[in-house]
């Protein structure tokens, strides 16, 4: 770079820029004034000329007049005199008009004339000569007074008056022209000199500024990385102008400033990796830790990092701190990190004090050694997570070299470590807590911790072909605890889900270790009784029966409450060979228990297992004439918008009708699906409700049941299709529900069914939702619309904390995907306000509405 110039030589620009404006517009001033001058000058010229042509003409044409006039002439002479002077005037810019007085005409009457203007009618008035220029014409206006000679002929007339008037007038375009065409050249030869003028002054002026760019450029072309700004010497850079050293010092103070924000390319690069850390997927939630030593070894492309560190909850007591080495610590080192990582957790306000603290390592390359860590050479840089739904909170951190921190570009680095690290470790943990609550709620009931329904028919299915393989009997028992509602109605709701669990523990502890006990719904229980006969299931129940006549709970009030128990009991293989034969034959022995004055056991004869089956074949009967007489009654459930507290939403029921009683589905939907023919019944339903939709005007939407034959009936959905055609009803307006226990076996039909449903603009909703285990595959494979949380969740959630957080998680989840959720058995204000307090969308249960046959859009509140 070459030498500075000496303060001396330095000069103001704007000075210097005055000098040169002042000389380029002096010059201007001077071209401009000539030009004009120029113009202004001949444009006089040529008019003074014209002006002495036309003053001629018009006094000689005048004198000319005078003379034959004194002679005297007649009108032929006057004609041919004025041709005369038009001929003489012909090929000139000259014209000549003679325009006749009134007196004249008085005497001698009216002679063709161009019609007067202003300027003649002025003439005849003033009697005075005037000259005009009017656009590129000059007019020479000449009145002729009478003279005395005149008044012999014009007897009417007196001196001086004006007889005619005499306008010459002169055309000067050409001549203008050929004058202005003259100034443009001028002009553009005058112009030319002064650009050149103005180009040699600006040249001579700028000079010195270009020289100086040219300096500044030599250092800017050198940087090619952040780095390089450290080496731009602007405070060494002098331009010999006051003004442009000013704007060099702004800009040494910019890039100082730069230093401390710019990050380099590598380092956004980086960024942007980071950012596709954020997508969780399945292999991520499964090997999460492999993950962060993947993302460790990245993270020390860009900076040196030693080590990552989490810190999440794994119960209410303990904690678990999962530390991460790009490589293998030593024992010294490990300590280090854990006494640091230690004491800036329990530093922070989420963390409980008395809890236990569990510290693993992990290490992503186990072959390199790592150097020794000091207190003195590492700082650690933490950030916090916490959640409420689901509760879950946690630390995670990173160990770095302590200038590092410091250092505010490599600071943006590890903020966003910590932030990708953050998401990474915080929706893993959620999502294995989400799936824990799921899978533990999928197989059990909330309230008393027993299997739920669900799970047991399929360890029912199971034991039916486990005795088969190995030729033994086994027993199922149907318990229901006797006047249950009465308990709940006196005492309330919380009082009677206490009764419900001790009546669980106490059944549970008069069982054996290998019997199977699990809550069917509401009062009522299930039992499996492996390798266990007659005899010996009838002496069990015995026992229970008697455990449950000891159980005696505090009420509210202070009294105690009391509890009998009515068991029902079937045999395999004397009862039955299959699952629903056995069940209803438990079931059906369970009811005559409570006919029979409750507090009982019941064993079934020969006989009665006969009257079962007799009447399950009397309820096909039902059926079957039901579908042929077509007595199959349409019945509406309202649902409402929790949001507004109307009603816009209905579920579809079906009702039989048998002379004059309504027989209410429960009755005859496992006969008729055991029959195949409760796809038939479901259509006949659907072909009913939709011509009372049709008929009623009804706009909102329709929940309509299926049953799992639908799914392999290939044309259901084509005649579901033709019926809204058929009754004008918008398939968007109907919702398809599916309960999620009856398809799991059938995920792939299912998912074939559905899309074909939502290809003809059907919407589609999941009922019981975590009722079983399919609910992650049915929000991952399916175009779920809506769930329907599953109702016993929904009842127990104001007096159960883990029900409300299994509510909570669901409609977290659901809204999360944009899925809509609705709330069912809402059965008093209580749950209402619990269920919008939830954020679900809509409510179904006794408190918002009983079915009924009407079908229509009102306000619930």
């Not at 701190?321 to 530093?347: C, D, G, H, K, N």
């Not at 004059?660 to 006949?684: I, K, N, R, W």
Request: glycine fraction near 6%.
């Amino acid at each position: 770079m070459s030498a500075p110039e000496s303060p001396a030589s330095r000069r103001p620009l704007r000075l210097q820029l005055f000098i040169v404006a002042a000389i380029m517009g002096v010059a201007l001033l001077v071209f401009l004034a000539v030009n004009a001058a120029n113009s202004v000058i001949y444009e006089r010229t040529m008019a003074r000329q014209a002006e002495q042509t036309a003053s001629g003409i018009a006094h000689q044409t005048f004198a000319s007049m005078f003379q034959i006039m004194s002679e005297g002439w007649t009108r032929e002479q006057l004609e041919a005199f004025s041709s005369g002077i038009e001929e003489s005037l012909a090929g000139t810019p000259l014209t000549l008009d003679l325009y006749r007085g009134e007196k004249v005409a008085a005497l001698y009457g009216e002679v063709d004339q161009k019609p007067r203007t202003p300027a003649i009618d002025q003439a005849f008035v003033t009697a005075e000569t005037r000259s005009q220029q009017v656009n590129d014409e000059l007019h020479y206006t000449f009145p002729l007074r009478a003279r005395q000679e005149c008044l012999a002929c014009h007897g009417n007339a007196a001196s001086g008056d004006v007889l005619g008037v005499m306008q010459v007038r002169q055309d000067l375009g050409t001549a203008l022209d050929e004058a202005r065409a003259q100034h443009v050249w001028t002009f553009l030869g005058t112009g030319v000199g002064t650009l050149l003028l103005g180009f040699l002054i600006a040249t001579w002026a700028t000079a010195p500024i270009a020289r100086s760019v040219r300096r500044f450029q030599d250092q800017v072309t050198r940087i090619n990385a952040i780095q390089d700004l450290n080496h731009l010497e602007t405070q060494a850079l002098d331009t010999g102008f006051v003004e442009l050293n000013q704007v060099v010092r702004q800009v040494d103070e910019l890039v100082h400033r730069l230093r401390g924000v710019a990050v380099d390319k590598d380092i956004l690069e980086f960024e942007l990796k980071l950012l596709d850390k954020f997508i969780i997927t399945s292999d991520v939630v499964r090997d999460w830790r492999d993950y962060i030593c993947v993302l460790l070894t990245e993270i020390n492309t860009i900076i040196d990092a030693y080590t990552l560190f989490t810190l999440f909850k794994a119960n209410d007591e303990v904690y678990e701190l999962e530390i991460f080495w790009r490589a293998e610590p030593s024992a010294e080192t490990r300590r280090t990190v854990e006494r640091l990582a230690t004491q800036r957790i329990r530093a922070s306000e989420d963390f409980v004090g008395e809890a236990s603290l569990t510290v693993r390592h992990n290490v992503a390359d186990e072959t390199a050694p790592l150097e020794e860590l000091s207190t003195e050479t590492i700082e650690l840089a933490t950030k916090s997570l916490l959640l409420d739904t689901p509760r879950i909170g946690g630390v995670v951190g990173i160990g770095v070299q302590s200038s590092l921190v410091r250092d505010p570009v490599r600071h943006v680095v590890i903020e966003s470590i910590l932030s990708t690290l953050l998401n990474l470790v915080g929706s893993v943990k959620a999502i294995y807590k989400y799936t824990q609550d799921l899978e533990y709620y999928a197989t059990r009931d909330p309230l008393t911790n027993l299997y739920n329904q669900r799970v047991f028919w399929e360890l029912f299915d199971y034991e039916i072909k486990r005795a088969e393989s190995h030729g033994y009997g086994f027993a199922v028992m149907v318990v229901d605890l006797d006047n249950f509602k009465t308990i709940n109605d006196r005492y309330g709701h919380a009082f009677g889900d206490r009764f419900l669990q001790a009546y669980a523990e106490t059944i549970q502890g008069a069982i054996r270790n290998e019997d199977i006990l699990a809550r069917y719904g509401g009062d009522e229980f299930a039992l499996l009784l492996p390798e266990t006969d007659m005899q010996a299931s009838h002496h069990l129940a015995q026992r229970m029966a008697e455990a449950t006549d000891q159980l005696s709970l505090a009420a509210p009030d202070g009294s105690r409450v009391k509890a009998t128990t009515c068991i029902g009991i079937a045999t395999y293989p004397q009862h039955g060979r299959d699952t629903r034969d056995l069940f209803l034959v438990a079931d059906n022995m369970m009811y005559k228990a409570k006919r029979g004055g409750k507090n009982a056991v019941c064993l079934p004869s020969d006989e009665e297992v006969a009257a079962v089956f007799r009447e399950t074949g009397e309820t096909g009967i039902m059926i079957m004439e039901a579908l042929e007489d077509r007595r199959i009654v349409p019945f509406f459930q309202p649902i409402m918008d929790t949001a507004t507290g109307e009603v816009g939403v209905h579920e579809l029921l079906m009702r039989i009708r048998l002379g004059d009683e309504l027989v209410p589905a429960g009755h005859f939907v496992e006969v008729a699906e055991s029959m195949g023919v409760m796809h038939q019944l479901d259509y006949l339903l659907i072909e009913q409700a939709f011509r009372q939709v049709r008929d009623s005007g009804y706009q909102g939407l329709l929940f309509v049941n299926l049953s799992p034959r639908a799914l392999i009936i290939g044309e259901f959905i084509g005649k579901v299709r033709a019926l809204a055609r058929e009754n004008h009803i918008d398939t968007s307006k109907v919702v398809f529900e599916i309960t999620e226990r009856d398809t799991v076996k059938n995920m792939a039909v299912l998912e074939k069914f559905v899309m074909d449903l939502k290809q003809q603009g059907f919407l589609f909703a999941v009922d019981d939702f975590g009722s079983g285990f399919s609910s992650f595959h049915y929000l991952k494979r399916f175009p779920i619309d809506f769930v329907k949380i599953e109702g016993e969740f929904v009842r127990n959630m104001v007096h159960d904390r883990r029900d409300q957080a299994f509510v909570r998680s669901i409609t977290a989840l659901a809204r999360d995907l944009q899925v809509r959720t609705i709330a069912e058995y809402v059965e008093d204000a209580e749950i209402l306000e619990a269920v919008q307090s939830i954020g679900i969308h809509y409510a179904q249960g006794f408190h918002i509405g009983h079915p009924g046959p009407d079908l229509a859009n009102r306000p619930i509140r």
